[in-house]
């Protein structure tokens, strides 16, 4: 596409979006909503963060008061008398044995796509102008950095009028709430998710729904959100989002506005709180930021590889975040250059290439030829091997020679039977550990490796991801949230609720690998018709192994 070729204005009209009530349930409920998570009324805590009233909520919260001290009163039935569970109506779904896993996939999105023509009153999600692609299960609203890894999916579907409308909906988002919230409900107004939206931009031109150079202001106004306060700051010093470091350079961590406990895991966090030892506050923060950074949770933030209550997520420069900004950065540079904003595009160029200094001295290490995190508080570089080290690759700002290095200690430390390993932490209880994996880092690693020419690695991981993936389809005629990296009849467990079926990444990430390999074995798999082939497919994959 040219910069010549003209589109439309972003098609949302604010007038026709109900106006935003971005109260919290627990700011709107307080005592009855701490009574309600803490006394384990329903069995997940995001169930009643995302009820709807059925009166007025200072009605509620009045008859509340009044009763909560009558001999006998039962909570449970007090809210089942004024919410009700907020969904949309249920479609029947039945996975159709002769169906392919692509035909599977594109079955799938209408059933994962919402329509907010009407939005319940003084529920906690936000409203949207346009349809939007949830993940699946438990998770009934938008969120930020699945939605990239879905797109892709989309786009391979010849779903363009979706990625329309989530291209204007994350616009809006951006424009109304100055960023992107980690999923539109207001209980998430206060963190964001992993910045993909640059990545967003590039996808709706390649694509024909909008040119990139059209976003420019919002990618801009999200800049500034993670960049909040890095101008005043002196060496040692944080604020929000941004960490001056020693020589003067700043860095970015992961953040919540807030230091209460997240209202979707209330209790699993006050728990979590009260065995640390720790302020509760400083714990409730990390726990929110561990949230922002899409990994809730891992031991990569954790100082106790095998204890939650060790959290210290704003203590650390993550990777996989300073390269997305970094991506930004150039986004910014790119399309102002485009603009004819010369002074904007060499500022813009500067801050990158700053940046990338900052991740060279800070988040490399020639030695073990890898990427690691760094503890700014503790001033020393993080040893806990991740798959984000391969977002430098990602995003293109390693040399040559650091990215043959990384290929090298992904082939030995990381690669499992099922694709990219999470971590090289087993056994820890969280979910973004061994031995799961999970379908946006089996992306941006094989994508990060192809960049570098490292094309046997990153097919190999291919490979054996949709193994993984297409195995369990054939087995039980769906598509999860994560998976077990080997063959097994497990399912993948860890963190904090039950796995989840669907599962919007997941189907767009391997819909998209599908095509880049045809011949693979996924292509050819039914649901519910489990194979002997699957046999002869993970045997083809260890004889492709570097």
């Not at 299960?137 to 786009?155: A, I, P, V």
């Not at 060499?346 to 900052?358: I, K, S, V």
């Not at 369990?472 to 963190?495: D, I, M, N, Q, W």
């Not at 050819?524 to 497919?537: M, P, V």
Request: aromatic share 10%.
């Amino acid at each position: 596409m040219t910069d010549t070729q003209t589109h439309p204005p972003f098609d949302y009209d604010t007038s026709a979006v109900s106006a935003a009530d971005t109260l919290t349930p627990a700011d709107r409920y307080q005592e009855l909503f701490v009574a309600v998570q803490m006394q384990g009324v329903f069995a997940d805590s995001k169930t009643f963060v995302d009820c709807a009233p059925l009166h007025h909520p200072e009605l509620i919260l009045e008859r509340y008061r009044t009763r909560c001290g009558d001999p006998g009163f039962d909570l449970k039935a007090f809210v089942a008398e004024h919410f009700s569970h907020y969904r949309l109506p249920a479609k029947e779904f039945v996975a159709n044995p002769d169906d392919s896993l692509a035909e599977h996939i594109d079955r799938l999105w209408p059933v994962l796509t919402r329509h907010p023509q009407e939005h319940p009153a003084y529920s906690s999600l936000l409203p949207l102008p346009h349809d939007y692609v949830v993940p699946g299960g438990r998770f009934t609203e938008l969120y930020y950095w699945d939605s990239y890894f879905t797109m892709l999916g989309l786009d391979e579907s010849g779903r363009c009028d979706l990625l329309r409308s989530m291209a204007d909906n994350f616009a809006y988002l951006i424009d109304t709430y100055g960023h992107v919230p980690n999923g539109n409900r207001t209980y998430y107004l206060g963190r964001s998710q992993p910045p993909v939206f640059a990545l967003m931009t590039e996808l709706f031109e390649e694509t024909g729904v909008h040119r990139a150079s059209d976003y420019l202001p919002q990618l801009r106004k999200e800049y500034a959100f993670w960049m909040d306060g890095s101008d005043s700051l002196r060496p040692g010093e944080s604020h929000r989002r941004c960490v001056c470091l020693a020589d003067g350079v700043v860095l970015n961590r992961y953040w919540d506005e807030r230091d209460t406990p997240r209202e979707e895991s209330y209790r699993e966090d006050v728990e979590t709180a009260r065995a640390s030892g720790r302020p509760r506050h400083e714990v409730y923060r990390d726990l929110r930021a561990g949230a922002e950074s899409g990994w809730d949770f891992s031991s990569r933030w954790l100082d106790d590889a095998h204890r939650l209550s060790t959290i210290r997520t704003t203590g650390i420069l993550p990777v996989d975040l300073n390269s997305l900004l970094y991506r930004l950065e150039r986004q910014i540079a790119e399309l102002s250059a485009v603009k004819g904003q010369s002074a904007c595009a060499a500022e813009f160029r500067q801050r990158a290439a700053t940046r990338l200094a900052a991740i060279d001295r800070y988040l490399w290490n020639p030695q073990v030829g890898a990427y690691f995190d760094y503890d700014w508080q503790g001033r020393r570089q993080r040893d806990n091997l991740t798959a984000a080290t391969l977002a430098p690759l990602f995003v293109q700002l390693a040399s040559a020679e650091q990215a043959a290095a990384v290929a090298g200690i992904v082939r030995t430390r990381l690669l499992a039977p099922g694709g990219l390993s999470t971590t090289e932490i087993a056994g820890s209880g969280e979910q973004w550990d061994r031995p799961n994996g999970w379908a946006p880092l089996q992306w941006i690693g094989i994508r990060g490796l192809q960049h570098y020419g490292h094309d046997a690695l990153a097919l190999d991981i291919e490979a054996r991801w949709l193994s993984i993936v297409g195995h369990l389809f054939e087995r039980e005629s769906k598509l999860v949230e994560k998976y077990v990296l080997r063959p097994c009849t497990e399912h993948a467990g860890g963190g904090e609720y039950p796995l989840q079926d669907g599962f919007g990444w997941t189907n767009g990430v391997t819909r998209k690998l599908m095509q880049e390999d045809p011949s693979h074995q996924a292509n050819r798999c039914r649901a519910g018709h489990c194979r002997a082939q699957w046999a002869d497919a993970r045997e083809h994959s260890r004889q492709r192994a570097p």
